[in-house]
């Protein structure tokens, strides 16, 4: 007669956030991308949000490069570190950011116009 014997317990979600190092959508640490309105014609597209686990100078130096724009990290008093570049950028950060995978698709919030 054979006993039935339940050797291991399987959780199907056990692994689920293994290797997920970004934060999970839903949470409030939204990554923001704003344009501003300056004199004329120009414009200045802010990013904030991302994680201090990150170099934001290395972050602009890539940027700048990327988008061939000029680009800054200023000392925001409430928002901490917040990444300034020149002409509207939106749409090119958000494709970077999800194309390097420093953040998810639901994490990021464009706002402006």
Avoid: W
Avoid at 23 to 40: K, S
Avoid at 54 to 71: Q, T
Avoid at 95 to 104: G, S, T, W
């Amino acid at each position: 007669m054979s006993a039935i014997q339940n050797l291991h317990t399987f959780d199907p979600f056990a692994d689920a956030t293994k290797g997920d190092d970004r934060l999970p959508a839903g949470t409030d640490d939204y990554i923001h991308i704003r344009v501003q309105q300056r004199n004329g014609r120009k414009t200045l597209t802010t990013v904030q949000g991302i994680s201090t686990n990150y170099d934001k100078k290395k972050l602009v130096k890539a940027f700048k490069k990327k988008f061939a724009c000029n680009g800054t990290v200023v000392e925001h008093s409430e928002h901490g570190e917040v990444i300034q570049l020149q002409g509207d950028q939106r749409k090119n950060i958000r494709q970077f950011l999800i194309d390097v995978e420093l953040a998810k698709e639901e994490q990021l919030k464009v706002h402006g116009f």
